[in-house]
């Protein structure tokens, strides 16, 4: 083994390091996009999503933040493999920017201590989102059961995860 690395001792690479380049070419991109997540395995192998906050991200976007990562990065320490993406639409939301991107949108919104509500985002504020729905009920005077529009605020820290329902309608 002298004169070889070991694969045991591969150096890791920083993750904030990956943040900071990648939103330093998000913010020269200055389109709208934003950083979602970053994940690094144990094995250097680098996934970055972003996305845009009034479209999906483009593929040159994602060419350019993979590009200046990998130009700053130095592979001769260690090496890497490197992957930017847009979060798959089936994917749950991880930061507050997708909600805000998915107002006027159906989701269903799992909670934390039990059950799930599912509604058009209609609001996004700092602590919490307002979903509307509208649901069949009963009143009193009426045969038939009636269209009610529903309303539910939710807090950001009751939310276990979010989802966009796609629906193909």
């Not at 798959?88 to 805000?100: A, E, S």
Request: hydrophobic residues 35%; aromatic residues 6%.
């Amino acid at each position: 083994m002298r004169g070889r690395k070991s694969p045991l001792f591969v150096s890791m690479i920083s993750k904030e390091k990956v943040i900071e380049l990648a939103n330093e070419r998000i913010d020269e991109l200055d389109n709208g996009s934003y950083l979602v997540d970053v994940k690094i395995s144990s094995a250097n192998s680098i996934l970055v999503e972003i996305d845009g906050i009034k479209n999906s991200v483009s593929v040159n976007d994602c060419i350019s933040v993979s590009r200046n990562i990998e130009h700053n990065l130095d592979r001769e320490k260690c090496d890497f493999e490197l992957k930017v993406s847009s979060p798959g639409l089936d994917q749950p939301f991880k930061v507050r920017q997708q909600y805000v991107k998915n107002i006027g949108r159906t989701v269903k919104v799992v909670l934390k201590s039990h059950g799930s509500v599912e509604g058009k985002l209609v609001k996004v504020e700092d602590d919490f989102i307002v979903l509307n729905w509208e649901e069949k009920e009963r009143i009193e005077g009426k045969k038939k059961k009636v269209l009610v529009e529903k309303s539910a605020q939710v807090n950001f820290n009751d939310i276990k995860e979010t989802k966009v329902v796609i629906t193909f309608k």
